[in-house]
């Protein structure tokens, strides 16, 4: 599959490949199937572009946690080439002290009153909402979209705290396409990280108090990946 797209370092030669999930952590740190069983997964048709949503969850401190559903988008090769191809992808740049330089990875950001680049990704928007609405009370509109062409493209420690989420507890879900990549997590103000490690088809959900009190990254890596797409769903007024 060629998908033309824009390099930011060296080339990357492999696509979209099958993967292993592994979890840097033990099992003890899991929770099956929800902290508090106040809602399950949806029934889904054989024929459904992704399966039942049952995450496993992560409790982290300060009422933080993480939800994470391996391999949950049955559909994925074909929505990987679909964004790869479709989305009208944005470079930027940034202030660094006295210097404009390149952000690395590029970018697509979707607003709730505009056309989404497919159907499905709609689909899944509403898939999520509807699975976390009773613990969020609100749906996610929106689909920001990041672009890492290879090892080289990356995202700092941050957290999503534009807007309400600066105050306010609520969900962020992430749906990975392509390359395996590491999300890596740690405590606002510095502390121990923690590792996962997102692959195809994957969904990670970050909620609580997360975004205020947790920090996440993808970090560069000298392995020789290929290209991974991160879909972002959230709630209004949040970024």
Known sequence: MNLNLPASGEKWENGAASHTYVRFMSYADRVSLQDVLDFGAAEVSDDSPFG??????????????????????????????????DVPWHAERRQM???IVDVPRLTKFYAADEPWPHPLVDELCRAVSEHYLPTLGEPLVTAGLCLYRDGADSVAWHGDRIGRSRYHDTIVAILSLGSTRTLALRPAGGGASLKFTTGHGDLVVMGGSCQRTWEHAIPKTRDVVGPRISVQFRPAGVR
């Open 97 to 99: 002290y006295d210097n």
């Open 52 to 85: 039942p949503l049952e995450p496993l969850r992560t409790p982290l401190s300060r009422g933080a946690w993480v939800d994470v559903a391996p391999g949950w988008l049955r559909a994925a090769d074909e929505l990987f080439e679909a964004l790869c191809r």
